[in-house]
């Protein structure tokens, strides 16, 4: 696990993205692993990153936003790398309640015992009030969970996408706009890897949709694992993604790419004979 630790930066208005760039050995690519503080008047977390960069993950979601301050912890979904840090969050932030779902509990009672008496079960479409705005849990164009749904706050017109809008890269990028188009473009066929069903989408069905997406406006997105969208990039995202029930299945790599990695990782045989 080859972790680079990236500044917590502002994607709108009293709103951060914190998270690690993670390059797995071997790869020429790399993805974000994003998470969002959005301070306010009841500051709330939205996802909590990953186990393995947690000392990193809590100390740049708390240098943002007291512990005790935290009004909210808000799911997007129950993938590991969006819960990872659930169970220290909800410690540390006793006066935070957790949004969630039914759905979400159900598949997380394998791992944790969450506190049902500091829950809220906010499902797509549904909103809650968090001090001086309004936020609402809409599900994102793709997604890799049955559970997930995006998060738009009304206040600044950002919204969290979860795993939609994605893009693996040679290097970390903070901003869409500052990565060669054409790479930024190419990276983009993990939100296919990510929902392999699109290749059984209807287009007709599924425009309708992002329409629904689309029509909030977004003055800015940020994704787990890809660069902030601003601007003309988010119409581009928008254009991209509409795409995608035409494509067919991104390639994953097979037996040939895992025996290149490990030869790339592994030390020279004639180390290990001399140990
Ligand atoms: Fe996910
Ligand atoms: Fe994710």
Redesign the pocket.
């Given at each position: 696990m080859q972790d680079m630790k990236i500044e917590p930066y502002e994607v709108a208005e009293d709103t951060f993205v914190i998270g690690p760039w993670h390059q797995p050995p071997g790869s020429p690519v790399g993805v974000s692993l994003n998470s969002v503080v959005i301070r306010g008047e009841e500051p709330v977390i939205v996802d909590t990153g990953t186990y393995f960069n947690r000392e990193q993950w809590l100390d740049d979601a708390f240098s943002l936003v007291d512990p005790a301050d935290v009004r909210w912890v808000y799911l997007s979904h129950d993938?590991h790398?969006?819960v990872g840090n659930l169970r220290p969050v909800l410690d540390a932030a006793p006066n935070a309640t957790l949004v969630t779902t039914w759905f979400m509990v159900e598949r997380l009672s394998t791992d944790f015992e969450l506190p049902m008496e500091r829950m809220r079960w906010i499902n797509d479409g549904e909103s809650f009030r968090a001090g001086d705005r309004t936020l609402t849990a809409i599900v994102p164009p793709l997604f890799d969970s049955p559970t997930t749904r995006g998060l738009f706050d009304d206040r600044t017109g950002f919204y969290w996408a979860v795993?939609s809008f994605a893009s693996v890269l040679a290097n970390p990028a903070v901003e869409a706009s500052d990565v060669d188009r054409g790479e930024w473009t190419e990276g983009f066929a993990i939100n296919r890897m990510n929902s392999p069903w699109h290749q059984w989408l209807d287009h007709r069905k599924f425009g309708r949709h992002v329409d629904e997406v689309q029509r909030l406006g977004p003055s800015a997105i940020a994704s787990?694992?890809g660069p902030a969208l601003h601007g003309e990039m988010i119409d581009e995202a928008f254009r991209l993604i509409r795409e995608v029930p035409h494509l067919e299945a991104a390639p994953l790599p097979g037996q040939v790419d895992l025996d290149a990695i490990v030869a790339s990782v592994a030390p020279p045989a004639e180390l290990l004979a001399s140990a």
């Amino acid at each position: 696990m080859q972790d680079m630790k990236i500044e917590p930066y502002e994607v709108a208005e009293d709103t951060f993205v914190i998270g690690p760039w993670h390059q797995p050995p071997g790869s020429p690519v790399g993805v974000s692993l994003n998470s969002v503080v959005i301070r306010g008047e009841e500051p709330v977390i939205v996802d909590t990153g990953t186990y393995f960069n947690r000392e990193q993950w809590l100390d740049d979601a708390f240098s943002l936003v007291d512990p005790a301050d935290v009004r909210w912890v808000y799911l997007s979904h129950d993938d590991h790398d969006h819960v990872g840090n659930l169970r220290p969050v909800l410690d540390a932030a006793p006066n935070a309640t957790l949004v969630t779902t039914w759905f979400m509990v159900e598949r997380l009672s394998t791992d944790f015992e969450l506190p049902m008496e500091r829950m809220r079960w906010i499902n797509d479409g549904e909103s809650f009030r968090a001090g001086d705005r309004t936020l609402t849990a809409i599900v994102p164009p793709l997604f890799d969970s049955p559970t997930t749904r995006g998060l738009f706050d009304d206040r600044t017109g950002f919204y969290w996408a979860v795993d939609s809008f994605a893009s693996v890269l040679a290097n970390p990028a903070v901003e869409a706009s500052d990565v060669d188009r054409g790479e930024w473009t190419e990276g983009f066929a993990i939100n296919r890897m990510n929902s392999p069903w699109h290749q059984w989408l209807d287009h007709r069905k599924f425009g309708r949709h992002v329409d629904e997406v689309q029509r909030l406006g977004p003055s800015a997105i940020a994704s787990a694992h890809g660069p902030a969208l601003h601007g003309e990039m988010i119409d581009e995202a928008f254009r991209l993604i509409r795409e995608v029930p035409h494509l067919e299945a991104a390639p994953l790599p097979g037996q040939v790419d895992l025996d290149a990695i490990v030869a790339s990782v592994a030390p020279p045989a004639e180390l290990l004979a001399s140990a």
